[in-house]
């Protein structure tokens, strides 16, 4: 039995040896050493042994044992360490290669006119405001001085989600919900970006979704002289320092008075052209000074405290500063559009 111990370490070895892979190696060791290896099967035939043989033989095995063990173990670990050679030797990477290209991506044309207006206005001390796209009628009309049986309804169709609920046409309701928040305290310095909804025909200056960033200042002694001042300063920033603008009277329910700004045509200079129908002039957004019955109705007392709003179409802005002729081309994902503003 012993020779057939030393008979078993000797091919062993033998075949470690040999083995090129560890598929090998982990045959060999069931071979040797598992449940039904040759080890076990001497270890089995131990009964038919003296008893004065029989722990010089078990020794024997034990220490055969554990000498296979780790000449099994010493052997994966080699042949691990080549395969993880190969292995980096076969994907290796040429570093003095240059990188492959990857395309960048760019702000859309519309979060960097958002952004630039944001900059200027916060420059000029106003604060960001945010609120619901999900308004209630109350914020988006009636506080607006809007009442249900109101005729300016008219100028806005509305997506009613409920009798209550609808999705909102204007950001002035953030307008509300500041002033109320603020309950009756002054100053108040805000515009209000964000997305805004009307059931209209889609066409090239006209969507049924688009943006706005509305403003609001309230305090006392706030005139129209201020509101044309900031308006000013907006433009000139936005547009250049050449640009001028002008004020036309026109009609909004939560402002009187209300008018409508325009800025001198940038394709004509203002000589007239087919962009501005030959007046020299474009409309840009429309204000006013918050008609006191907004004050009122948001806890304001409209005696002691004046204040001016305003609303800046963001895809209107975007148009005259770009160049661009059809307001869907901001809604399309058109790559080789958008690729045109990298630089913006």
């Not at 001198?264 to 409309?283: H, S, V, Y």
């Not at 006191?292 to 305003?310: I, Q």
Request: net charge negative.
């Amino acid at each position: 039995m012993q020779e057939r111990l030393e008979e078993i370490k000797q091919n062993t070895l033998s075949q470690l040896a040999t083995a090129s892979d560890l598929e090998q190696v982990k045959e060999l060791r069931v071979k040797v050493l598992g449940k039904k290896g040759e080890i076990t099967q001497v270890l089995r035939g131990m009964g038919s042994l003296s008893a004065e043989e029989r722990p010089r033989v078990g020794q024997l095995a034990n220490r055969l044992r554990q000498e296979v063990e780790a000449a099994i173990e010493t052997k994966e670990k080699e042949l691990e360490k080549q395969a993880m050679q190969q292995r980096l030797q076969e994907e290796k990477v040429d570093v003095t290669l240059p990188g492959v290209p990857r395309p960048l991506g760019a702000i859309h044309p519309l979060t960097a006119v958002i952004e630039q207006v944001e900059d200027i206005f916060i420059g000029m001390g106003f604060a960001v405001a945010e609120g619901p796209e999900v308004e209630q009628d109350y914020y988006n009309f009636e506080a607006l001085n809007v009442p249900k049986d109101h005729p300016a309804r008219d100028m806005q169709d509305t997506f009613y989600l409920t009798e209550d609920l609808l999705l909102r046409t204007q950001t002035s309701p953030v307008q509300i919900r500041t002033m109320r928040k603020k309950e009756g305290h002054v100053p108040i310095r805000i515009i209000c970006p964000g997305t805004v909804y009307r059931r209209d025909d889609d066409d090239a200056t006209h969507s049924h979704q688009f943006m706005q960033i509305e403003g609001l200042v309230v305090d006392r002694g706030v005139s129209m002289t201020e509101l044309k001042g900031t308006l000013l300063a907006f433009v000139k920033q936005m547009f250049g320092e050449e640009q001028s603008i002008r004020l036309r009277p026109s009609y909004f329910p939560f402002t009187e008075p209300s008018v409508e700004v325009d800025i001198r045509c940038m394709k004509c200079n203002g000589g007239g052209c087919r962009i501005c129908k030959e007046t020299g002039w474009i409309e840009i957004l429309g204000a006013g000074m918050v008609h006191p019955h907004v004050l009122r109705s948001s806890g304001y007392d409209e005696k002691r405290y004046t204040g001016f709003a305003f609303g800046i179409g963001v895809e209107r802005v975007a148009m005259l500063k770009y160049g661009v002729d059809d307001i869907r081309h901001f809604y399309t994902n058109d790559l080789q559009f958008l690729r045109q503003f990298r630089s913006v």
